[in-house]
């Protein structure tokens, strides 16, 4: 994770109503702003193949959504613990979060704490990835803490997914998940491909537009203004990497399903090139260290200064991603996991 001095040239303020409190009935039912330079157009998720054009390539992630969110006591008071991920077999990167509805970071825990989290001690060893990494200089929101047992399996069994209090309630782990997903990891869902469902795919494919899995397990979402995405796990298969190098050569888009396909793909550049890749990344794709090899994005709606938005801006383009959110803004669409979708085709 790093300190990002880039900040995003896009201005706006997501009004309070614009906060997707529940899943949407039909999951290709949503939203779709589609973003061009000719213009803008207003339509659903499932008109998405309207827009994509034999030859192009759409790349996905993988990834499936882990219980990753705990109630723990800290001191004899109850907060909410997140989990971002595993270091190794008992080494965790966490977050602590206020309890009841995780709505705020814990800021002034001290290396030694021991939380208690079911049966299992957990002691915090040190800030991640280093002391006051938080943009503001306020404490630190990420910790390496050392667990005296299986977290995973405790989590398995009684954990739930990581939830931030602006649902309407509690949802189950298969309303994290996409139609991709396979291969469990993520902390919190990789939600671009969510509203994918089996038959659009199918769609896709008869359209002769390619599609093609990465995997990037992600960690917490929940970045301060100016706070870069935390080193994240991926690959990328030799043969989704020969698609999209074949389909560069002949002319297609490469498509990236949200801002997790983008930093795999763009941290498996070789000299211009995708090439098989896995391993840790912390890959940052901003205007000033753009994107190699996407010139496309579906996507979600991201909050102001989030980095995420550096990396739409980056393949959009500033006015066409100020154009876009103005328009998504004026026009009532919704943000969060459970959103509406945009697609970039600058």
Not at 89 to 102: F, G, H, I, M, Q
Not at 174 to 197: D, K, L, N
Not at 306 to 327: C, K
């Amino acid at each position: 994770m790093t300190t990002l001095t880039e900040r995003s040239r896009v201005r706006f303020q997501v009004p309070e109503e614009a906060t997707a409190a529940t899943p949407p009935a039909e999951r290709d039912g949503v939203r779709l702003l589609v973003a061009r330079p000719e213009g803008l157009s207003h339509e659903h998720f499932r008109d998405v193949t309207d827009h994509l054009e034999p030859g192009d390539l759409v790349v996905v992630n993988d990834s499936a959504t882990v219980n990753g969110e705990m109630d723990a006591v800290r001191d004899g008071r109850a907060i909410v613990l997140h989990a971002s991920g595993s270091l190794d077999a008992e080494t965790w990167v966490v977050e602590l979060r206020t309890s009841p509805d995780a709505a705020a970071p814990v800021l002034d825990a001290q290396p030694g704490e021991v939380l208690g989290i079911g049966e299992l001690p957990m002691t915090l060893l040190e800030p991640y990835p280093h002391a006051h990494s938080s943009p503001t200089g306020a404490g630190n929101r990420l910790w390496r803490a050392h667990v005296e047992g299986d977290l995973r399996a405790l989590l398995d069994r009684h954990g739930r997914p990581i939830a931030y209090g602006y649902l309407d309630r509690r949802y189950p782990l298969s309303a994290y998940q996409s139609v991709f997903a396979g291969v469990p990891g993520s902390a919190e869902m990789a939600s671009a491909g969510r509203p994918f469902t089996a038959a659009l795919v199918t769609r896709l494919v008869s359209r002769g537009v390619a599609v093609a899995p990465i995997t990037l397990h992600t960690g917490v979402s929940s970045q301060e203004a100016g706070e870069g995405p935390q080193p994240e796990w991926y690959r990328v298969p030799a043969t989704t990497a020969r698609l999209v190098e074949h389909t560069r050569r002949h002319g297609g888009r490469v498509v990236a399903t949200g801002t997790t396909v983008t930093r795999a793909l763009e941290s498996a550049v070789t000299d211009g090139r995708v090439e098989e890749s896995w391993g840790w990344t912390d890959r940052v794709v901003t205007p000033a260290h753009p994107a190699v090899v996407v010139t496309g994005l579906i996507t979600g709606w991201h909050d102001p200064q989030a980095s995420h938005l550096l990396l739409v801006e980056a393949i959009a383009g500033t006015r066409l991603a100020q154009a876009a959110y103005d328009a998504a803004i004026s026009e009532g669409y919704h943000w969060h996991e459970f959103g509406d979708s945009a697609l970039f085709l600058p």
